[in-house]
């Protein structure tokens, strides 16, 4: 059970689709990111208001879970889990995302759900040390736990970053339009390296609710001719968007594990530029693997993209380390291939 209009869902999915198991995918939102396996039954329950399709998903779920042994997997704890919650399984697997226990659990009520759900899960599955960490703090069994990283397609993103522009340095962020990911930060970063007189062009992928104020951020910083927002992209052509650009940046104050987007830009040999938050310094060693910077701190954010600028050598050295490094401990597949094993101890146990 995991909401199909998420990247991340299909890339998992999919690949759990080449197992011997039959596959049922339960998603209350619409599936806007692309085809499905035909070997996964695709269940969709978009149509009617909130809570018929609540009913609908339920009733499926009652049904499929009635049949034979079935593992019932939820990815986010918290709207699929609550349906789970609701049709007690002997063999309920759930995988921490992030938000959902970071930053949900300091809601009461959610807070007590979380703990409730986790205290009738056989598995728990995370990626990061600080999602361990809220996971133990919420009372779930450490004898539960176990690590799994969302990881990076390593033969999808593949393609070695090469920017056509030459003289201009091309940057690019994917992450959302949201606070959390602190987007202001970077286009205050840009301003400092433009006055600087550096020759750069920032492309901003991605949506979100805080779009149309950092336009006019961007606006009001003088940059309209340095940078550009492209909105939403289709998954399918992200190998291609990497490959024009230089340097991958993400500005976000809060990451469990390592950020697909980051993964998928090391996986394409970018230099990254990212926020010393979580986890990220475990993947990126400062002027080894990437760099690191202060969060919110646009003069640290300037000073780390400012060393790949002026250090060609380091910038293509660092994007190589981090292309090998997610190729030998982030690839997806190795990680699918955990999460099979791990069906096989819940199946064995229950």
Known sequence: MASAASVHSHKWVGLLSSSAYKIYWISTHENNVGKISSNVNYLEFTK??????????????????????????????????????????????????????????????????????????????????????????????????????????????????????????????????????????????????????????????????????????????????????????????????????????????SDSGLSSSTAEAMACGLAVVITDVGENSMWVKDGVSGKLFVPSNANSCAEAIQFFIENSASRIECGRVAKNLMRHSNDMRIEAAKMKNAYEGVFAHA
């Open 48 to 253: 009617g208001g909130a809570v018929f399709r609540f009913f609908q998903a339920l009733c499926a779920l009652y049904r499929l879970s009635a049949a034979g042994k079935v593992i019932i997997h939820v990815h986010y704890i918290g709207y699929y889990a609550l349906l789970a919650y609701l049709r007690p399984a002997r063999r309920l697997v759930l995988t921490a995302w992030g938000s959902d226990v970071l930053i949900n659990s300091r809601s009461f009520l959610k807070r007590v759900f979380l703990k409730l759900a986790l205290a009738r899960a056989l598995l728990v599955t995370y990626d990061g040390g600080n999602m361990k960490k809220r996971l133990l703090d919420l009372g779930c069994s450490s004898n539960k736990l176990l690590p799994i990283r969302f990881g990076v397609d390593t033969r999808k993103f593949c393609k070695k970053a090469h920017a056509e522009d030459f003289g201009v340095i091309k940057l690019i962020s994917l992450r959302n339009h949201e606070r959390i990911y602190d987007i202001e930060t970077l286009l205050k970063a840009v301003k400092l390296l433009y006055v600087r007189g550096f020759h750069i062009k920032l492309s901003l992928y991605g949506t979100g609710y805080d779009s149309s104020r950092l336009n006019n951020i961007k606006n009001n910083l003088g940059l309209e001719s340095v940078v550009n927002f492209y909105g939403r992209y289709e998954y399918n052509e992200l190998p291609s968007i990497l490959k024009g650009n230089d340097i991958y940046i993400s500005t976000s104050l």
